[in-house]
């Protein structure tokens, strides 16, 4: 089993940047696959960011490419997510996830891993 907890979310203007991390416990953690998705009222679930167990392969988003940046620590058992240049449409709650399978399986879409957090609210006002 993995237990996942994310932090960091918050309220943050337009052009702003946060960052959300992600702290796991239970299974060996440089085994996993690790990632975001996000939720936005009304609409459904959908991939963000994944980083593989050595870190060398990111997958991103289209819409999110180029302003997001996924990064793990085996070290500290962590992932985080920094985002910059934050948009309105970017507000969402946001998920850790976590799963054994390759960065590239989180790519078929509906993909779902098997591992999940509570999730996180992150604000943007525009």
């Known amino acids: 089993q993995v237990q996942l907890v994310e932090s960091g979310g918050g309220l943050v203007q337009a052009g702003g940047s946060l960052r959300v991390s992600c702290a796991a416990t239970?299974?060996?953690?440089?085994?996993?696959?690790l990632g975001w998705f996000r939720q936005a009222p009304g609409k459904e679930r959908e991939f963000v960011a994944v980083?593989?167990?050595?870190?060398?392969?990111?997958y991103y988003k289209d819409s999110v490419k180029g302003r997001f940046t996924i990064s793990r620590d085996n070290a500290k058992n962590t992932v985080e997510l920094q985002m910059n240049s934050l948009l309105p449409d970017d507000t969402a709650v946001y998920y850790c996830?976590?799963?054994?399978?390759?960065?590239?399986?989180?790519?078929?879409?509906?993909?779902?891993?098997?591992?999940w957090g509570q999730g996180t609210q992150v604000t943007v006002s525009s």
């Open positions: 980083i593989s167990s050595a870190g060398a392969v990111r």
């Open positions: 239970g299974r060996t953690f440089s085994s996993l696959t």
């Open positions: 996830a976590a799963d054994a399978r390759t960065a590239t399986m989180w790519r078929i879409p509906r993909y779902s891993p098997a591992y």
